[in-house]
């Protein structure tokens, strides 16, 4: 399985994007997906993560991202609204085939290469 990120960029504060994560190589529906980011000098934390339909974020981001995914694209997003500088760090894609993966790093399988985030103040 290879997943691929794209959509990052340079933004200003307050402003969206939109992360996709496109998958390949496996049935993707069953997959449980994930969004996590690294920040440099600190641990990839997670961000939010869409399991048997159920969404799930991390507080600090709860209210301002959005996960959604297109199974008929083998796709998942992020949608990214109300930016920070805080925010600013590689995003990462990971899938978890067993579909039970939430907030725990070391359950998913596959990992995409990261897609960089950056809000300016």
């Known amino acids: 399985v290879q997943l691929v990120e794209s959509g990052g960029g340079e933004v200003q504060v307050g402003d969206s994007l939109r992360l996709s994560c496109a998958a390949s190589?496996?049935?993707?529906?069953?997959?449980?997906m994930g969004w996590f980011r690294q920040a440099p000098g600190k641990e990839r934390e997670f961000v939010a993560a869409?399991?048997?339909?159920?969404?799930y974020y991390a507080d600090s981001v709860k209210g301002r991202f959005t996960i959604s995914r297109d199974n008929a694209k083998n796709t998942v997003y992020l949608q990214m609204n109300s930016l920070k500088p805080e925010d600013t760090a590689v995003y990462y894609c990971?899938?978890?085939?067993?579909?039970?993966?939430?907030?725990?790093?070391?359950?998913?399988?596959?990992w995409g290469q990261g897609t960089q985030v950056t809000v300016s103040s």
């Open positions: 990971a899938g978890d085939a067993a579909g039970v993966a939430i907030t725990t790093i070391s359950w998913y399988d596959y």
């Open positions: 190589g496996d049935i993707f529906s069953r997959y449980a």
């Open positions: 869409m399991s048997s339909g159920e969404e």
